[in-house]
């Protein structure tokens, strides 16, 4: 079993850096065109994604660089946009009520 484990190790690299090559947007890469970039991941099985991983994309520094472009997910009663909205179709909700009293 232990024999497997470079050919496992190199497989999940490959596959890893492919998949990362694939969901990366064309504006963050780097180089060379995408498509070229998934043709070396394949063809080159060790060099290829390990090129990739060090000079292909543009990466953000883990300092909290990435905060300012991505948006961090809320909790729904934690979302004050939800929470106005829940508001709103309530007060939607009574005034209906009231209508059909009437």
């Known amino acids: 079993m232990l024999r497997y484990l470079p050919f496992l190790l190199i497989l999940a690299l ?3 850096a ?6 990366t ?10 498509v070229v970039w998934v043709i070396i991941i394949l063809l080159f099985s060790i060099v290829g994604p390990v090129v990739w991983l ?4 543009d990466r953000v520094a883990s300092g909290g660089g990435g ?3 991505r948006t961090q997910w809320v909790a729904p009663d934690d979302n004050p ?5 829940l508001r ?8 209906d009520k009231d209508k059909d009293k009437d």
């Open 54 to 57: 060090f000079a292909g994309k």
């Open 14 to 16: 490959t596959i890893y």
């Open 67 to 69: 905060r300012a472009r």
């Open 88 to 95: 709103d179709e309530q007060e939607k909700k009574d005034k």
């Open 18 to 23: 492919f998949i990362d090559c694939l969901n």
């Open 25 to 34: 947007p064309e504006a963050e890469v780097k180089h060379l065109p995408k």
């Open 81 to 85: 946009e939800f929470l106005k909205s």
